[in-house]
Protein backbone atom coordinates (compact mmCIF):
# COMPACT_ATOMS: atom_id res chain seq x y z
CA UNK A 1 0.00 0.00 0.00
CA UNK A 2 1.62 3.53 -0.72
CA UNK A 3 2.16 5.60 2.31
CA UNK A 4 -1.18 8.11 1.03
CA UNK A 5 -3.58 4.90 1.12
CA UNK A 6 -2.35 3.92 3.71
CA UNK A 7 -2.93 7.13 5.80
CA UNK A 8 -6.40 7.33 4.06
CA UNK A 9 -7.35 3.92 5.48
CA UNK A 10 -6.55 4.73 8.74
CA UNK A 11 -8.41 8.15 8.79
CA UNK A 12 -11.24 6.07 7.65
CA UNK A 13 -11.50 3.83 10.36
CA UNK A 14 -10.74 6.51 12.38
CA UNK A 15 -14.00 8.43 11.33
CA UNK A 16 -16.07 5.17 11.39
CA UNK A 17 -15.05 4.51 15.23
CA UNK A 18 -15.96 8.28 15.85
CA UNK A 19 -19.06 7.64 14.12
CA UNK A 20 -20.02 4.85 15.84
CA UNK A 21 -21.24 6.25 18.98
CA UNK A 22 -22.61 9.36 20.75
CA UNK A 23 -21.63 11.35 23.78
CA UNK A 24 -25.36 10.70 25.44
CA UNK A 25 -24.71 11.09 29.39
CA UNK A 26 -26.82 14.19 29.85
CA UNK A 27 -25.24 17.25 31.72
CA UNK A 28 -22.72 20.25 31.88
CA UNK A 29 -20.04 18.41 29.59
CA UNK A 30 -22.45 16.59 26.66
CA UNK A 31 -23.22 19.19 24.17
CA UNK A 32 -19.72 20.18 23.79
CA UNK A 33 -17.99 16.89 23.66
CA UNK A 34 -21.22 16.16 21.19
CA UNK A 35 -19.90 19.20 19.39
CA UNK A 36 -16.51 17.97 18.81
CA UNK A 37 -17.24 14.24 18.45
CA UNK A 38 -18.97 15.59 14.97
CA UNK A 39 -16.68 18.30 14.39
CA UNK A 40 -13.66 15.88 13.83
CA UNK A 41 -15.35 13.74 12.30
CA UNK A 42 -16.30 16.05 9.26
CA UNK A 43 -12.85 17.31 9.12
CA UNK A 44 -11.89 13.84 8.43
CA UNK A 45 -14.51 13.14 6.22
CA UNK A 46 -15.45 16.39 4.52
CA UNK A 47 -11.52 17.49 4.30
CA UNK A 48 -8.67 15.20 4.51
CA UNK A 49 -10.03 12.15 2.71
CA UNK A 50 -11.49 14.42 0.15
CA UNK A 51 -7.98 16.06 -0.16
CA UNK A 52 -5.99 13.34 0.25
CA UNK A 53 -7.65 11.29 -2.93
CA UNK A 54 -7.65 14.21 -4.91
CA UNK A 55 -4.40 16.64 -3.89
CA UNK A 56 -4.94 18.25 -7.36
CA UNK A 57 -8.56 19.53 -6.90
CA UNK A 58 -7.81 23.19 -6.61
CA UNK A 59 -6.82 25.28 -3.20
CA UNK A 60 -9.90 26.59 -1.03
CA UNK A 61 -9.14 29.79 0.25
CA UNK A 62 -11.95 31.06 2.50
CA UNK A 63 -12.68 34.60 3.48
CA UNK A 64 -12.80 35.09 7.17
CA UNK A 65 -13.27 37.87 9.58
CA UNK A 66 -15.78 40.13 12.39
CA UNK A 67 -18.92 40.89 10.66
CA UNK A 68 -18.47 43.49 8.18
CA UNK A 69 -15.00 43.70 7.91
CA UNK A 70 -15.60 43.83 4.06
CA UNK A 71 -15.66 39.92 3.09
CA UNK A 72 -18.13 40.09 0.69
CA UNK A 73 -16.87 43.33 -0.60
CA UNK A 74 -13.52 41.27 -1.52
CA UNK A 75 -14.64 38.28 -2.82
CA UNK A 76 -16.84 40.52 -5.51
CA UNK A 77 -13.57 42.40 -5.96
CA UNK A 78 -11.44 39.46 -6.17
CA UNK A 79 -14.11 38.16 -8.68
CA UNK A 80 -14.66 41.53 -10.74
CA UNK A 81 -18.62 40.31 -10.07
CA UNK A 82 -21.64 40.30 -7.88
CA UNK A 83 -20.60 36.97 -6.37
CA UNK A 84 -21.60 37.60 -2.82
CA UNK A 85 -24.21 40.56 -1.81
CA UNK A 86 -22.69 42.71 0.41
CA UNK A 87 -24.35 45.00 2.80
CA UNK A 88 -25.19 47.12 5.38
CA UNK A 89 -27.07 45.50 7.72
CA UNK A 90 -24.97 43.30 9.87
CA UNK A 91 -24.49 40.42 9.67
CA UNK A 92 -24.86 40.33 5.73
CA UNK A 93 -23.48 36.91 4.74
CA UNK A 94 -25.41 33.83 6.60
CA UNK A 95 -24.61 31.01 4.50
CA UNK A 96 -21.43 30.36 2.49
CA UNK A 97 -21.06 31.58 -0.71
CA UNK A 98 -18.24 29.63 -3.33
CA UNK A 99 -16.73 31.17 -6.09
CA UNK A 100 -15.06 28.44 -8.47
CA UNK A 101 -14.67 27.77 -11.68
CA UNK A 102 -17.36 26.04 -14.09
CA UNK A 103 -14.70 22.87 -14.63
CA UNK A 104 -14.99 22.59 -10.82
CA UNK A 105 -18.40 23.72 -9.58
CA UNK A 106 -20.00 20.30 -9.19
CA UNK A 107 -17.68 19.46 -6.52
CA UNK A 108 -18.66 22.47 -4.25
CA UNK A 109 -22.40 21.37 -4.64
CA UNK A 110 -22.71 18.91 -1.90
CA UNK A 111 -19.99 20.30 0.41
CA UNK A 112 -20.19 21.57 3.92
CA UNK A 113 -23.25 18.93 4.53
CA UNK A 114 -25.81 20.89 2.41
CA UNK A 115 -24.95 24.72 3.80
CA UNK A 116 -24.61 25.11 0.36
CA UNK A 117 -27.68 25.92 -1.53
CA UNK A 118 -29.41 27.67 1.20
CA UNK A 119 -30.84 31.07 1.03
CA UNK A 120 -28.72 33.62 0.01
CA UNK A 121 -25.65 31.16 -1.07
CA UNK A 122 -24.86 29.34 -3.30
CA UNK A 123 -21.70 28.18 -6.07
CA UNK A 124 -21.00 31.11 -8.15
CA UNK A 125 -19.21 29.12 -11.43
CA UNK A 126 -17.27 31.21 -13.79
CA UNK A 127 -13.99 30.88 -16.18
CA UNK A 128 -11.52 33.23 -14.28
CA UNK A 129 -8.21 31.51 -14.83
CA UNK A 130 -7.18 32.02 -11.16
CA UNK A 131 -10.14 29.77 -10.61
CA UNK A 132 -8.45 26.80 -12.23
CA UNK A 133 -6.70 26.26 -9.34
CA UNK A 134 -8.43 28.35 -7.02
CA UNK A 135 -12.27 28.12 -4.61
CA UNK A 136 -12.63 31.62 -2.67
CA UNK A 137 -15.70 30.83 -0.19
CA UNK A 138 -16.94 33.61 1.68
CA UNK A 139 -18.05 32.43 4.71
CA UNK A 140 -20.39 34.07 7.28
CA UNK A 141 -18.49 36.20 10.19
CA UNK A 142 -17.81 34.45 13.33
CA UNK A 143 -18.60 37.36 16.01
CA UNK A 144 -21.97 38.33 15.20
CA UNK A 145 -25.15 37.88 17.39
CA UNK A 146 -26.50 34.60 15.33
CA UNK A 147 -24.55 31.37 17.18
CA UNK A 148 -25.46 29.45 13.81
CA UNK A 149 -22.85 32.42 11.86
CA UNK A 150 -20.16 31.14 13.82
CA UNK A 151 -21.14 27.19 13.80
CA UNK A 152 -20.75 27.47 9.84
CA UNK A 153 -17.98 29.79 9.58
CA UNK A 154 -16.17 27.18 11.86
CA UNK A 155 -17.59 24.31 9.71
CA UNK A 156 -16.25 25.79 6.11
CA UNK A 157 -13.12 26.59 7.77
CA UNK A 158 -12.70 22.55 7.95
CA UNK A 159 -12.67 22.40 4.31
CA UNK A 160 -9.93 25.26 3.95
CA UNK A 161 -6.52 24.96 2.32
CA UNK A 162 -6.01 28.32 3.13
CA UNK A 163 -7.05 31.74 5.22
CA UNK A 164 -7.79 35.04 3.67
CA UNK A 165 -8.36 36.99 6.82
CA UNK A 166 -10.08 40.65 6.22
CA UNK A 167 -9.92 42.48 9.08
CA UNK A 168 -11.28 46.21 8.80
CA UNK A 169 -9.06 49.37 9.98
CA UNK A 170 -11.34 50.79 11.64
CA UNK A 171 -11.73 47.69 13.85
CA UNK A 172 -8.95 45.34 14.19
CA UNK A 173 -8.44 44.37 17.70
CA UNK A 174 -11.01 42.81 19.12
CA UNK A 175 -11.00 39.79 21.00
CA UNK A 176 -13.16 37.24 19.37
CA UNK A 177 -11.36 38.08 16.31
CA UNK A 178 -7.37 36.75 18.18
CA UNK A 179 -9.82 33.74 19.53
CA UNK A 180 -10.86 32.43 15.84
CA UNK A 181 -7.43 33.35 14.75
CA UNK A 182 -5.92 30.90 17.27
CA UNK A 183 -8.21 28.05 15.89
CA UNK A 184 -7.31 28.89 12.68
CA UNK A 185 -3.52 28.44 13.77
CA UNK A 186 -4.27 25.55 15.40
CA UNK A 187 -5.56 23.97 12.59
CA UNK A 188 -1.96 25.18 11.05
CA UNK A 189 -3.63 26.56 8.17
CA UNK A 190 -1.48 29.23 6.05
CA UNK A 191 -3.29 32.75 6.59
CA UNK A 192 -3.16 35.76 4.43
CA UNK A 193 -3.87 38.94 6.50
CA UNK A 194 -5.72 41.81 4.57
CA UNK A 195 -6.48 45.19 6.63
CA UNK A 196 -9.38 46.93 4.84
CA UNK A 197 -10.82 50.38 4.94
CA UNK A 198 -7.51 51.62 5.41
CA UNK A 199 -7.87 55.78 5.80
CA UNK A 200 -5.95 58.41 3.32
CA UNK A 201 -3.01 59.65 5.84
CA UNK A 202 -0.51 57.71 5.18
CA UNK A 203 1.50 58.50 8.70
CA UNK A 204 -1.79 56.94 9.91
CA UNK A 205 -2.06 53.91 7.79
CA UNK A 206 1.82 53.58 8.66
CA UNK A 207 0.76 53.48 12.50
CA UNK A 208 -1.93 51.06 12.06
CA UNK A 209 -0.90 48.69 9.86
CA UNK A 210 2.93 48.48 11.83
CA UNK A 211 0.24 48.28 15.05
CA UNK A 212 -1.48 45.02 13.00
CA UNK A 213 1.56 43.26 12.19
CA UNK A 214 2.75 43.74 15.87
CA UNK A 215 -0.05 42.15 17.15
CA UNK A 216 -0.32 39.69 14.93
CA UNK A 217 3.83 38.56 15.34
CA UNK A 218 2.86 38.82 19.08
CA UNK A 219 0.21 35.92 18.56
CA UNK A 220 2.60 33.43 16.52
CA UNK A 221 0.48 34.48 13.60
CA UNK A 222 3.59 36.27 11.33
CA UNK A 223 6.82 35.64 11.54
CA UNK A 224 7.67 38.87 11.55
CA UNK A 225 6.11 42.57 12.74
CA UNK A 226 6.64 43.11 8.95
CA UNK A 227 3.44 45.45 7.87
CA UNK A 228 4.52 44.19 4.37
CA UNK A 229 3.50 40.99 4.91
CA UNK A 230 -0.10 42.41 5.46
CA UNK A 231 -2.25 43.10 2.26
CA UNK A 232 -3.78 46.74 2.91
CA UNK A 233 -6.74 48.21 1.16
CA UNK A 234 -7.94 51.74 1.24
CA UNK A 235 -11.50 52.88 2.05
CA UNK A 236 -12.89 53.89 -1.23
CA UNK A 237 -15.97 53.44 -3.36
CA UNK A 238 -17.78 50.38 -3.88
CA UNK A 239 -18.79 50.23 -7.35
CA UNK A 240 -22.80 49.32 -7.10
CA UNK A 241 -22.17 47.10 -10.55
CA UNK A 242 -20.37 44.17 -8.81
CA UNK A 243 -20.71 45.03 -5.24
CA UNK A 244 -16.47 45.58 -5.49
CA UNK A 245 -13.86 48.14 -4.77
CA UNK A 246 -11.93 48.81 -8.21
CA UNK A 247 -9.16 46.07 -10.08
CA UNK A 248 -6.17 47.95 -8.78
CA UNK A 249 -7.19 47.52 -5.34
CA UNK A 250 -6.76 44.11 -4.95
CA UNK A 251 -4.39 43.16 -7.48
CA UNK A 252 -1.71 42.17 -4.87
CA UNK A 253 -4.00 39.61 -3.38
CA UNK A 254 -4.78 38.06 -6.62
CA UNK A 255 -1.25 38.26 -7.41
CA UNK A 256 -0.58 36.49 -4.18
CA UNK A 257 -3.57 33.78 -4.86
CA UNK A 258 -2.38 33.39 -8.31
CA UNK A 259 1.00 32.12 -7.34
CA UNK A 260 -1.27 28.96 -6.52
CA UNK A 261 -1.69 27.94 -10.55
CA UNK A 262 2.35 26.99 -9.53
CA UNK A 263 2.31 23.19 -8.91
CA UNK A 264 5.14 23.17 -6.19
CA UNK A 265 3.55 25.85 -4.75
CA UNK A 266 0.44 24.30 -4.21
CA UNK A 267 1.53 21.04 -3.57
CA UNK A 268 3.31 22.72 -0.34
CA UNK A 269 -0.03 24.56 0.33
CA UNK A 270 -2.33 21.44 0.26
CA UNK A 271 0.83 19.69 2.23
CA UNK A 272 0.80 22.40 5.05
CA UNK A 273 -3.11 22.49 5.56
CA UNK A 274 -3.64 18.92 5.32
CA UNK A 275 -0.70 18.35 8.00
CA UNK A 276 -2.57 20.68 10.09
CA UNK A 277 -5.64 18.86 10.04
CA UNK A 278 -4.40 15.81 10.96
CA UNK A 279 -2.26 16.89 13.94
CA UNK A 280 -4.75 18.10 15.06
CA UNK A 281 -7.54 15.88 14.05
CA UNK A 282 -4.81 13.42 16.91
CA UNK A 283 -4.69 16.03 19.40
CA UNK A 284 -8.55 16.22 19.23
CA UNK A 285 -8.64 12.82 19.66
CA UNK A 286 -6.82 12.88 23.09
CA UNK A 287 -9.94 14.80 24.17
CA UNK A 288 -12.73 12.36 22.74
CA UNK A 289 -10.80 9.70 24.12
CA UNK A 290 -10.82 11.32 27.83
CA UNK A 291 -14.26 12.08 27.56
CA UNK A 292 -15.44 8.87 27.03
CA UNK A 293 -13.14 7.76 29.97
CA UNK A 294 -15.64 10.17 31.65
CA UNK A 295 -18.84 9.10 30.60
CA UNK A 296 -17.83 5.40 31.42
CA UNK A 297 -17.21 6.31 34.97
CA UNK A 298 -19.86 8.49 35.15
CA UNK A 299 -22.36 5.44 33.69
CA UNK A 300 -20.22 3.23 36.40
CA UNK A 301 -21.32 5.61 39.51
CA UNK A 302 -24.67 5.63 38.45
CA UNK A 303 -25.00 1.49 37.63
CA UNK A 304 -23.67 1.42 41.41
CA UNK A 305 -25.67 4.11 43.20
CA UNK A 306 -29.07 2.48 41.48
CA UNK A 307 -28.02 -1.28 42.64
CA UNK A 308 -26.75 -0.43 46.02
CA UNK A 309 -30.34 1.38 47.14
CA UNK A 310 -32.51 -1.76 45.44
CA UNK A 311 -29.37 -3.76 47.35
CA UNK A 312 -30.28 -1.77 50.49
CA UNK A 313 -33.97 -2.17 50.00
CA UNK A 314 -33.78 -6.13 49.46
CA UNK A 315 -32.14 -6.43 52.81
CA UNK A 316 -34.60 -4.73 54.27
CA UNK A 317 -37.16 -6.19 52.39
CA UNK A 318 -35.56 -9.29 54.02
CA UNK A 319 -35.72 -8.48 57.37
CA UNK A 320 -39.42 -7.48 57.26
CA UNK A 321 -40.32 -10.91 55.86
CA UNK A 322 -38.61 -12.53 58.84
CA UNK A 323 -39.78 -10.23 61.29
CA UNK A 324 -43.04 -10.28 59.84
CA UNK A 325 -43.70 -7.19 59.31
CA UNK A 326 -43.56 -6.79 55.13
CA UNK A 327 -47.21 -5.97 55.45
CA UNK A 328 -50.29 -6.32 58.35
CA UNK A 329 -52.44 -8.92 57.20
CA UNK A 330 -55.47 -7.98 59.61
CA UNK A 331 -58.50 -9.13 58.95
CA UNK A 332 -57.18 -10.96 56.00
CA UNK A 333 -58.41 -14.28 55.36
CA UNK A 334 -59.19 -14.51 52.13
CA UNK A 335 -57.00 -15.83 49.60
CA UNK A 336 -57.89 -13.12 47.10
CA UNK A 337 -57.54 -10.01 49.87
CA UNK A 338 -53.99 -11.86 50.78
CA UNK A 339 -52.55 -11.83 47.35
CA UNK A 340 -54.07 -8.19 46.67
CA UNK A 341 -51.70 -7.13 49.95
CA UNK A 342 -48.97 -9.08 49.33
CA UNK A 343 -48.61 -7.83 45.95
CA UNK A 344 -49.00 -4.05 46.79
CA UNK A 345 -46.96 -4.71 49.70
CA UNK A 346 -43.89 -5.95 47.27
CA UNK A 347 -45.19 -2.49 45.06
CA UNK A 348 -44.34 -0.54 47.84
CA UNK A 349 -41.00 -2.15 48.41
CA UNK A 350 -40.39 -1.54 44.92
CA UNK A 351 -41.42 2.50 45.53
CA UNK A 352 -38.84 2.76 48.57
CA UNK A 353 -36.22 1.69 46.22
CA UNK A 354 -36.86 3.59 43.23
CA UNK A 355 -37.19 6.65 45.71
CA UNK A 356 -33.88 6.13 47.58
CA UNK A 357 -31.91 5.38 43.75
CA UNK A 358 -33.23 8.24 42.42
CA UNK A 359 -32.77 10.71 45.25
CA UNK A 360 -28.93 9.17 45.00
CA UNK A 361 -28.68 9.55 41.30
CA UNK A 362 -30.48 13.24 41.72
CA UNK A 363 -27.19 14.54 43.92
CA UNK A 364 -25.19 13.61 41.12
CA UNK A 365 -24.77 16.37 37.87
CA UNK A 366 -25.60 13.73 35.31
CA UNK A 367 -28.24 11.38 37.36
CA UNK A 368 -29.57 15.07 38.13
CA UNK A 369 -30.13 15.18 34.41
CA UNK A 370 -30.94 11.45 33.17
CA UNK A 371 -33.45 12.02 35.92
CA UNK A 372 -35.21 14.97 33.93
CA UNK A 373 -35.99 13.14 31.01
CA UNK A 374 -36.98 10.02 33.30
CA UNK A 375 -38.86 11.50 36.03
CA UNK A 376 -40.64 8.40 36.28
CA UNK A 377 -37.60 6.52 38.11
CA UNK A 378 -38.97 8.23 41.43
CA UNK A 379 -41.67 5.85 41.71
CA UNK A 380 -41.99 2.18 41.60
CA UNK A 381 -41.84 1.49 37.47
CA UNK A 382 -45.20 1.07 35.58
CA UNK A 383 -45.04 -2.93 35.07
CA UNK A 384 -44.25 -3.66 38.60
CA UNK A 385 -47.55 -3.91 39.73
CA UNK A 386 -48.52 -6.68 37.65
CA UNK A 387 -45.04 -8.50 38.24
CA UNK A 388 -45.86 -8.18 41.79
CA UNK A 389 -49.30 -9.75 41.23
CA UNK A 390 -47.52 -12.66 39.77
CA UNK A 391 -45.69 -12.96 42.68
CA UNK A 392 -47.62 -13.43 45.41
CA UNK A 393 -50.35 -15.19 43.01
CA UNK A 394 -47.32 -18.25 42.24
CA UNK A 395 -46.23 -17.72 46.44
CA UNK A 396 -49.94 -18.18 47.61
CA UNK A 397 -49.89 -21.18 44.50
CA UNK A 398 -46.78 -22.64 46.17
CA UNK A 399 -48.36 -22.45 49.68
CA UNK A 400 -51.48 -24.68 48.51
CA UNK A 401 -49.51 -27.19 46.78
CA UNK A 402 -47.16 -27.91 50.20
CA UNK A 403 -50.66 -28.80 52.02
CA UNK A 404 -51.56 -31.09 49.44
CA UNK A 405 -50.68 -34.27 51.28
CA UNK A 406 -52.29 -33.06 54.21
CA UNK A 407 -55.51 -31.72 53.37
CA UNK A 408 -57.41 -33.63 50.69
CA UNK A 409 -60.17 -31.49 49.42
CA UNK A 410 -59.31 -28.41 47.67
CA UNK A 411 -61.93 -26.07 49.62
CA UNK A 412 -60.43 -26.49 52.81
CA UNK A 413 -57.41 -26.55 51.64
CA UNK A 414 -57.73 -23.13 50.33
CA UNK A 415 -58.48 -21.95 53.78
CA UNK A 416 -56.19 -23.69 55.23
CA UNK A 417 -53.56 -22.14 52.63
CA UNK A 418 -54.68 -18.52 53.67
CA UNK A 419 -54.18 -19.20 57.51
CA UNK A 420 -50.73 -20.42 56.82
CA UNK A 421 -50.12 -17.73 54.81
CA UNK A 422 -51.13 -15.26 57.04
CA UNK A 423 -49.32 -17.32 59.56
CA UNK A 424 -45.84 -16.68 57.81
CA UNK A 425 -46.68 -13.14 56.66
CA UNK A 426 -46.96 -12.51 60.78
CA UNK A 427 -43.93 -14.09 61.52
CA UNK A 428 -45.53 -16.82 63.75
CA UNK A 429 -45.31 -19.75 61.98
CA UNK A 430 -47.78 -22.51 62.32
CA UNK A 431 -47.70 -24.80 65.15
CA UNK A 432 -49.41 -27.44 63.18
CA UNK A 433 -47.44 -27.81 60.09
CA UNK A 434 -43.85 -28.92 59.55
CA UNK A 435 -40.74 -26.18 60.32
CA UNK A 436 -38.82 -27.19 57.90
CA UNK A 437 -41.26 -26.96 54.81
CA UNK A 438 -42.37 -23.19 56.41
CA UNK A 439 -39.19 -22.12 55.96
CA UNK A 440 -39.12 -22.99 52.79
CA UNK A 441 -42.23 -21.02 52.35
CA UNK A 442 -40.41 -18.62 53.78
CA UNK A 443 -37.46 -18.23 51.87
CA UNK A 444 -39.49 -18.92 48.55
CA UNK A 445 -41.42 -15.55 49.76
CA UNK A 446 -37.87 -13.46 50.18
CA UNK A 447 -36.73 -15.09 46.57
CA UNK A 448 -40.25 -13.38 45.13
CA UNK A 449 -39.32 -10.36 46.84
CA UNK A 450 -35.62 -10.22 45.48
CA UNK A 451 -37.17 -10.92 42.00
CA UNK A 452 -40.05 -8.07 42.04
CA UNK A 453 -36.90 -5.76 43.31
CA UNK A 454 -34.61 -6.83 40.34
CA UNK A 455 -37.63 -5.99 37.61
CA UNK A 456 -37.30 -2.64 38.93
CA UNK A 457 -34.03 -1.83 39.47
CA UNK A 458 -33.80 -2.99 35.34
CA UNK A 459 -35.41 0.39 35.01
CA UNK A 460 -32.01 2.04 36.06
CA UNK A 461 -29.78 -0.02 34.85
CA UNK A 462 -31.29 -0.08 31.21
CA UNK A 463 -31.50 3.80 31.49
CA UNK A 464 -27.80 3.74 32.02
CA UNK A 465 -26.63 0.88 29.34
CA UNK A 466 -28.76 2.82 26.79
CA UNK A 467 -26.02 6.08 27.19
CA UNK A 468 -23.07 3.69 28.43
CA UNK A 469 -20.51 3.79 25.53
CA UNK A 470 -19.00 0.58 24.92
CA UNK A 471 -16.36 -1.27 26.58
CA UNK A 472 -12.35 -1.26 24.75
CA UNK A 473 -14.30 1.91 22.69
CA UNK A 474 -11.79 4.14 24.11
CA UNK A 475 -8.79 2.11 23.33
CA UNK A 476 -9.75 1.45 19.84
CA UNK A 477 -10.20 5.29 18.89
CA UNK A 478 -6.38 5.76 20.50
CA UNK A 479 -5.17 2.59 18.54
CA UNK A 480 -6.86 4.11 15.38
CA UNK A 481 -5.17 7.65 16.12
CA UNK A 482 -1.78 6.14 16.89
CA UNK A 483 -2.04 4.41 13.21
CA UNK A 484 -3.62 7.87 11.52
CA UNK A 485 0.01 9.38 13.44
CA UNK A 486 2.38 6.66 12.42
CA UNK A 487 0.68 6.80 8.64
CA UNK A 488 0.93 10.67 8.53
CA UNK A 489 4.99 10.06 9.71
CA UNK A 490 5.01 8.08 6.63
CA UNK A 491 2.98 10.34 4.39
CA UNK A 492 4.56 13.40 5.26
CA UNK A 493 8.59 12.17 5.48
N1 LIG B 1 -17.17 52.73 0.95
C1 LIG B 1 -16.64 51.61 1.36
N2 LIG B 1 -17.37 50.81 2.12
C2 LIG B 1 -16.84 49.64 2.50
C3 LIG B 1 -15.54 49.25 2.14
N3 LIG B 1 -15.31 48.04 2.65
C4 LIG B 1 -16.43 47.70 3.33
N4 LIG B 1 -17.36 48.67 3.24
C5 LIG B 1 -18.69 48.71 3.87
O1 LIG B 1 -18.82 47.66 4.78
C6 LIG B 1 -20.06 47.04 4.59
C7 LIG B 1 -19.88 45.59 4.87
O2 LIG B 1 -19.14 44.94 3.87
P1 LIG B 1 -19.36 43.42 3.57
O3 LIG B 1 -18.45 43.03 2.46
O4 LIG B 1 -20.79 43.08 3.45
O5 LIG B 1 -18.81 42.83 4.94
P2 LIG B 1 -18.70 41.32 5.37
O6 LIG B 1 -17.38 41.15 6.02
O7 LIG B 1 -19.00 40.44 4.23
O8 LIG B 1 -19.81 41.22 6.47
P3 LIG B 1 -20.67 39.95 6.95
O9 LIG B 1 -21.18 39.28 5.74
O10 LIG B 1 -21.73 40.49 7.82
O11 LIG B 1 -19.74 39.10 7.73
C8 LIG B 1 -20.52 47.32 3.20
O12 LIG B 1 -21.89 47.54 3.13
C9 LIG B 1 -19.81 48.60 2.87
O13 LIG B 1 -20.68 49.68 3.11
C10 LIG B 1 -14.78 50.14 1.33
O14 LIG B 1 -13.62 49.93 0.98
N5 LIG B 1 -15.38 51.30 0.98
MG1 LIG C 1 -20.41 39.09 3.93
Redesign the pocket.
Known sequence: MTAAAQLRSSLEGLSAALESFQFRVPGTGQAAKERSRAELVRSIREYLLPRLDDPDAPVVAVLV??????????LNSLAGQRA?E???L????RSPVVWTNRRHARRYQTLLGGLIGRENSGVVAGDDGITDQLTVI?A??FD?VYADSRVIGEQVLAVADLCIF?A?ALRYADGAAWEFLDQIRLRGLPILFVL??LGPDPEARKLILGDFAAMLKDRDLLLEADSSLIFD??????YPRHGG?HADAVAAIRQELALISDPGLRRAVVRQSTEGAVAEVIEKVGSIVDGIAEDRSIVTTLHTLAEEAYAAELTTSKQLVQAGSLMTPVGVDSREALQRELASALSRRCGVAARNAAAAWDSTDEGHALLQVADTLWRHGAETPAVAEGESTAWLDAIGKSLEATVRRARPRRKAAAALATALLSGQPSEEGEADAQAALVADLEDRVATVLAQDADRFLALTQRVAISDGLGDTISALAAEVSAGAGEFYR
Do not use: F, Y
Request: no cysteine; hydrophobic share 25%.
Open positions: GPTGSGKSIMSPGARPTTDPDSVSNRVSEQVVL
